[in-house]
């Protein structure tokens, strides 16, 4: 059993900052990708950026310059500091990860999500 448990979220004001945390745990060999998504009301679930097992990362366009995304393996834990924040990033976000279970089994497994509303 395997399970990403995300943190960080909550309500902050135009140009404040937060920091996501989303932590694996279980039965975990290693993880390769991890990354962070994001679903605002009415909206579909859209990319916010992702790393790899080497530190490479990804980022989508309406973030670039102001998230970024890291990750620490030994915790098996993966970030997301959000500067500059605007109404417009307020979403549910989730962290998912890529990951061999210690049955050699490869599954894409996603944490519960979390609040972030930016608002004056």
């Known amino acids: 059993q395997v399970q990403l448990v995300e943190s960080g979220g909550g309500l902050v004001q135009p140009g404040g900052s937060l920091r996501l945390s989303c932590a694996a745990s279980g039965s975990i060999f290693s993880i390769n990708a991890m990354g962070w998504y994001r679903q605002a009301p009415g909206k579909q679930r859209e990319l916010v950026a992702t790393?790899?097992?080497?530190?490479?990362?990804n980022y989508a366009d309406s973030v670039k310059g102001r998230f970024t995304i890291s990750r620490d393996n030994a915790k098996n834990t993966v970030y997301l500091q959000m500067n500059s924040l605007k109404p417009e990033d307020t979403a549910v976000y989730y962290c998912?990860?890529?990951?061999?279970?210690?049955?050699?089994?490869?599954?894409?497994?996603w944490g519960q999500g979390t609040q972030v509303t930016v608002s004056s």
């Open positions: 790393i790899t097992s080497g530190s490479s990362t």
């Open positions: 998912n990860a890529d990951i061999y279970t210690k049955l050699l089994r490869m599954g894409r497994y």
